[in-house]
């Protein structure tokens, strides 16, 4: 009976003990079960949050010849459908005035680039030797009797990376600003540079008639492709407008905020009406995507 | 450093670089009436002489060295911060998450790669933030970045604006 006794207490203290760990097991099971879904849903909202601060690009564009015989300028925008995984990507390119293919030039480089999409948005330095290596190749084909201005913007989520050779314009505007975000490549930064390095103003810069010439550009053999070696930030209202340099010469760049408020639509009509009613007699060919961000509205 | 136009170049830049220890300060002249001439070569000789001084004794010493209601900024970049006193209207900025951020008065940490601006009132006047950012980020070099940023004031004012005073910097790692 004793033995018995013994180990009936054993048994109850084992079973005290198995029970007191499935208890504790229990109150822990529940409350790591109560932590996590609260994190879960934590998780959820930012994820929500962050879908609702993703800005989103509204795309127009215009794209005209102007007084001149043919289109030399082309342009690309990548589809909308695949926006969240891919960004977008817009370009606008130019061919060169006065010398021959320009217009074959442009559209060889939009499409090229059409085939290159979708291009890794944290890639810029590939994508801009990419660029440099199709530069290269329109040079081997074309010997310098062609070539094109290229001026892109790859937005995604909320930043954008930019490139461009040549000319053409990458405007931002933003808070009542116009910038011209990328440097123009032509003979003027040469001379301004040459005369502020020697301590001098530069207004002989802005009266050489050479001034205008274009220093690097698509199709020239091993091109400095301008590149944004980290992406710049953008933020709610803010408006990108690509074009070639027949929109800037009759719209100066400062000159665009008046047509930024209301969409993209409104601001590319508007940019084009103000180009038409300039009239001007030798109006150059005229291409513009204007890019409207807003939080979160899908267009 | 450029007259702007102007007679003379009123503003200063002192700095001193043993490695890692680069102490830079940048003198503002060119708002101080004509005819007094502020006269910063004693400042100047405090950062070629102060090295190896502590970044506050080398404060104290400019403090009292430097002609009074002059605008200036101090600072001081080792391998992984740069610190900083600012007097006046010389603001240094710093590219960060794809913004252009003023960089506070005080110690803040630094990465490869990382691009400081800091530059005069004058300076300024004539570029607006994102033309800073989009000339930092599309650089190779402190001098492409300052090339194209008085490229953009020589379109707004052929560089006659006065003194123009500026220094860059490109954050490189040995590694």
């Not at chain 1, 010849?65 to 926006?83: L, V």
Request: glycine share 8%; with cysteine; charged share 25%.
């Amino acid at each position: 009976m004793d033995d018995i006794g013994l180990l009936s207490t054993r048994v109850k203290i084992i079973a005290a003990a198995a029970l007191f760990a499935v208890v504790i097991t229990i109150v822990c099971f529940l409350a790591f079960y109560r932590y996590y879904r609260r994190k879960g849903s934590e998780i959820a909202d930012s994820l929500e949050r962050e879908r609702d601060e993703l800005l989103y690009p509204e795309v127009a564009y215009f794209s005209e010849i102007g007084k001149r015989e043919s289109q030399q300028d082309a342009f690309y925008i990548s589809p909308m459908e695949n926006y969240r995984r891919n960004g977008i990507v817009l370009l606008v390119t130019d061919g060169m005035g006065g010398l021959k293919y320009g217009d074959e030039i442009s559209s060889e480089i939009a499409e090229s680039i059409e085939n290159m999409y979708p291009l890794s948005f944290h890639a810029a330095e590939m994508i801009s030797d990419e660029l440099r290596r199709m530069s290269n190749s329109i040079y081997e084909k074309y010997r310098l009797q062609g070539g094109a201005t290229l001026a892109m913007v790859h937005i995604s989520g909320n930043y954008m990376n930019f490139y461009s050779s040549g000319d053409s314009d990458i405007i931002l505007i933003r808070g009542g600003e116009a910038t011209r975000l990328n440097p123009r490549q032509n003979y003027l930064s040469t001379l301004v540079g040459k005369l502020s390095k020697s301590g001098r103003t530069t207004y002989e810069a802005y009266v050489d008639k050479k001034s205008r010439a274009l220093i690097d550009f698509m199709g020239n053999s091993n091109p400095k492709i301008i590149y944004t070696t980290r992406p710049i930030r953008l933020t709610d209202d803010d408006v990108v407008v690509i074009c070639s340099d027949g929109v800037t010469d009759a719209v100066p760049c400062k000159s665009m905020v008046q047509f930024s408020d209301g969409s993209a639509k409104r601001c590319a009509q508007q940019i084009k009406r103000s180009i038409i009613m300039k009239k001007h007699p030798r109006q150059d060919n005229y291409t513009g995507i204007v890019i409207k961000l807003s939080r979160g509205i899908i267009n | 450093m450029h007259n702007g136009g102007a007679d003379n170049y009123a503003d200063n830049i002192f700095h001193n670089y043993i490695g890692p220890l680069l102490t830079v300060l940048i003198c503002c002249g060119s708002n101080i009436p004509e005819g007094e001439n502020p006269s910063f070569d004693a400042a100047g000789s405090v950062i070629s002489a102060g090295i190896k001084k502590a970044f506050d004794d080398i404060s104290d010493a400019v403090s009292k060295s430097i002609p009074a209601d002059s605008e200036y900024l101090l600072m001081r970049i080792s391998d992984k911060a740069v610190k900083i006193e600012r007097h006046g209207s010389i603001i240094p900025y710093i590219v960060k998450g794809g913004e252009l951020r003023v960089l506070p008065n005080g110690v803040f940490g630094l990465e490869n790669d990382d691009r400081i601006i800091c530059g005069s009132k004058n300076f300024y006047d004539n570029l607006s933030v994102p033309a800073i950012l989009a000339d930092a980020v599309t650089a190779m070099s402190c001098e492409e970045w300052m090339d194209n940023l008085i490229c953009r004031i020589s379109d707004s004012n052929m560089l006659s604006c006065g003194n123009l005073t500026a220094v860059n910097f490109i954050v490189r790692s040995d590694d």
